[in-house]
């Protein structure tokens, strides 16, 4: 495993605490808005990027799609299958029914890849990443990778209109299988924008004009976020200026990324990082923690206005979502630790009696 890269973990962080805080807010308020135009699309631009920085050679496909299966399908097959016994333990217990059409839902759900609840990220880097390995995009020029990204940004553009017009019309058989696809592709689009930005680097390097033109656009990038509302990946809606959401996605992730690299030449910011480093982990468990974490924060009170109490609120919720999840990271690291020294005192105790 390469060194890891401080402000890229958190840059990470920053988008998984904007993440939990557009789940627990109930409005469009201006910080989820913004959050929705990068926030998801700053991961797939960040791990192209370290691909291409850390790619020495062309690795066997066989071994790219057991590494990639390894870390990102068994945990959604993991947690989709703890989400489905949660979702029938909870209506047995509160309602005394199967529930038999939810669970066929999901079922259908997890076995499409469209994914439960937040699961849908893992199924749709993965299939990002096999596109970009298996379609041979990093041995194309820089130019043609960027006439791929171009023209699959205007297909989904034009698939994200159409969908949006037919949608309450198509079943879920053909609309789940249909959100998979299109949302691998989106993720490909970004990881490849990160792997054109790597190669980028490496030429042209990141110099004073570069690093200021990529503050300039992060700024343009809040302006121009508030001009595109109603943004959901996970339901295959860019906004209401289709456009305008891949190109504050580009804008917000650089942005951001240089941002923190200027700021982590005078100092680090820890939590951040360790959100980052655990960014997969919060992604997955954080959904559980929403329901609690809003009841204890007093945001079950209805409220229609968006008034500085809201704020509070939202921010007091995602607060306790990190300590909780902090938490149970500190246990399961612990659990991680006992279980890796019992096995290498079994090991070095099976050679000393050899």
């Known amino acids: 495993m390469g060194k890891r890269?401080?402000?890229?973990?958190?840059?990470?962080?920053i988008a998984m605490?904007?993440?939990?805080?557009?789940?627990?807010?109930?409005?469009?308020?201006?910080?989820?808005?913004?959050?929705?135009?990068?926030?998801?699309?700053?991961?797939?631009?960040?791990?192209?990027f370290?691909?291409?920085?850390?790619?020495?050679?062309?690795?066997?496909?066989?071994?790219?799609?057991?590494k990639l299966f390894k870390s990102l399908m068994v945990p959604y097959l993991i947690f989709s299958l703890i989400w489905i016994i949660i979702h029938v333990s909870k209506n047995l217990i509160l309602?005394?029914?199967?529930?038999?059409?939810?669970?066929?839902?999901?079922?259908?759900?997890?076995?499409?890849?469209?994914?439960?609840?937040?699961?849908?990220?893992?199924?749709?880097?993965?299939?990002?990443?096999?596109?970009?390995?298996?379609?041979?995009?990093?041995?194309?020029?820089?130019?043609?990778q960027?006439?791929?990204?171009?023209?699959?940004?205007?297909?989904?553009?034009?698939?994200?209109?159409?969908?949006?017009?037919?949608?309450?019309?198509?079943?879920?058989?053909?609309?789940?299988?249909?959100?998979?696809?299109?949302?691998?592709?989106?993720a490909y689009v970004f990881f490849l924008s990160g792997w054109i930005i790597g190669k980028s680097e490496q030429k042209i390097g990141s110099g004073k004009l570069t690093k200021f033109l990529c503050i300039f656009g992060f700024i343009l990038n809040i302006i121009l976020s508030m001009f595109n509302r109603r943004v959901d990946m996970n339901y295959f809606s860019f906004g209401v200026h289709p456009l305008l959401f891949f190109v504050c996605g580009l804008l917000?992730?650089?942005?951001?990324?240089?941002?923190?690299?200027?700021?982590?030449?005078?100092?680090?910011?820890?939590?951040?990082?360790?959100?980052?480093?655990?960014?997969?982990?919060?992604?997955?468990?954080?959904p559980f923690m929403l329901k609690a974490a809003k009841i204890a924060s007093g945001m079950f009170i209805h409220e229609t206005k968006l008034t500085g109490m809201y704020y509070l609120r939202c921010f007091i919720a995602v607060v306790i979502i990190i300590i909780a999840?902090?938490?149970?990271?500190?246990?399961?690291?612990?659990i991680i630790s006992f279980v890796k020294n019992k096995k290498n005192r079994s090991v070095n105790s099976g050679e000393k009696i050899k």
């Open 50 to 66: 370290l691909v291409c920085r850390s790619r020495k050679a062309v690795p066997e496909k066989k071994a790219v799609f057991k």
């Open 325 to 334: 999840e902090m938490v149970i990271l500190y246990f399961r690291n612990r």
């Open 17 to 48: 605490l904007i993440i939990i805080w557009g789940h627990v807010s109930d409005h469009a308020d201006m910080i989820s808005v913004w959050g929705s135009s990068f926030k998801l699309s700053i991961f797939f631009i960040i791990s192209g």
């Open 252 to 286: 917000g992730s650089v942005g951001l990324i240089v941002l923190l690299q200027a700021l982590y030449s005078v100092s680090r910011i820890r939590l951040t990082e360790m959100i980052g480093r655990n960014s997969l982990f919060f992604m997955l468990t954080h």
């Open 95 to 144: 309602y005394g029914t199967l529930a038999a059409e939810d669970n066929i839902d999901n079922i259908y759900a997890v076995l499409t890849l469209r994914g439960i609840s937040t699961l849908w990220f893992l199924p749709s880097m993965f299939i990002g990443r096999l596109i970009f390995e298996f379609s041979g995009s990093y041995r194309l020029k820089v130019w043609k």
């Open 5 to 13: 890269i401080g402000y890229l973990d958190a840059a990470k962080g």
């Open 146 to 186: 960027c006439a791929v990204c171009i023209g699959l940004t205007a297909i989904l553009i034009i698939l994200s209109i159409a969908f949006g017009m037919f949608k309450k019309t198509m079943s879920i058989w053909i609309t789940y299988p249909f959100l998979t696809f299109v949302k691998g592709i989106t």
